[in-house]
T-cell receptor, first 110, second 111 residues
Framework: QKEVEQDPGPLSVPEGAIVSLNCTYS??????FMWYRQYSRKGPELLMYTYSSGNKEDGRFTAQVDKSSKYISLFIRDSQPSDSATYLCAMSEVGNKLVFGAGTILRVKS | NAGVTQTPKFQVLKTGQSMTLQCAQDMNHNSMYWYRQDPGMGLRLIYYSASEGTTDKGEVPNGYNVSRLNKREFSLRLESAAPSQTSVYFCASSGTGDTQYFGPGTRLTVL
């Protein structure tokens, strides 16, 4: 079993839809949780960063962490074709290396 | 600031050939990383360097060597390339926190 599980998709939604992307993990020591966005043939770029549990909002993006369920989510409101990309979750213990999910491919159709 | 830069962008090798992938960062970060990305596998850590002068193995180090040349530069060497090393290679760096910043990647094909 992988330490971080992420549905690879692809997830296809119409423009304007609310998108929910999720990861589950098994290591209860993870404290830092991140979401990276990766456009085709580009390097990953940091989208959201959360420490421990709770919600964080940045514009159309909301990151949620539920440590009791070992489950993290990224919500995208009013999705746009420019949001089409692969979304990678990543997490780490304090002072340790990042562990990445396999990534979910998102396609937003206009 | 250029951030993290990688050269070359593309490379085709024959089995048994050697090559070095170069990475440089201009953010004064202490830590640098090399990952490979394969379909369905996500990013897997090959080697990392927590500070200048130190290197450590990651999840998939076999067939690779690294050199932390100075604080800015971290190179990855394939001594005898194999088709299983066909992948996209990313270099990343991080400062005092856990956030990593990635380069644009090198697409390597080994025939």
């Amino acid at each position: 079993q992988k330490e971080v599980e992420q549905d690879p998709g692809p997830l296809s939604v119409p423009e304007g839809a609310i998108v929910s992307l999720n990861c589950t993990y098994s290591n209860s020591a993870f404290q830092y949780f991140m979401w990276y966005r990766q456009y085709s043939r580009k390097g990953p770029e940091l989208l959201m960063y959360t420490y421990s549990s709770g919600n964080k909002e940045d514009g159309r993006f909301t990151a949620q962490v539920d440590k009791s369920s070992k489950y993290i989510s990224l919500f995208i409101r009013d999705s746009q074709p420019s949001d089409s990309a692969t979304y990678l979750c990543a997490m780490s213990e304090v002072g340790n290396k990042l562990v990445f999910g396999a990534g979910t491919i998102l396609r937003v159709k206009s | 600031n250029a951030g993290v830069t990688q050269t070359p962008k593309f490379q085709v090798l024959k089995t048994g050939q050697s090559m070095t992938l170069q990475c440089a960062q201009d953010m004064n970060h202490n830590s640098m990383y090399w990952y490979r990305q394969d379909p369905g596998m996500g990013l897997r850590l090959i080697y990392y360097s927590a500070s200048e002068g130190t290197t450590d193995k990651g999840e998939v180090p076999n067939g690779y060597n690294v050199s932390r040349l100075n604080k800015r530069e971290f190179s990855l060497r394939l001594e005898s390339a194999a088709p299983s090393q066909t992948s996209v290679y990313f270099c990343a760096s991080s400062g005092t926190g856990d956030t990593q910043y990635f380069g644009p990647g090198t697409r390597l094909t080994v025939l």
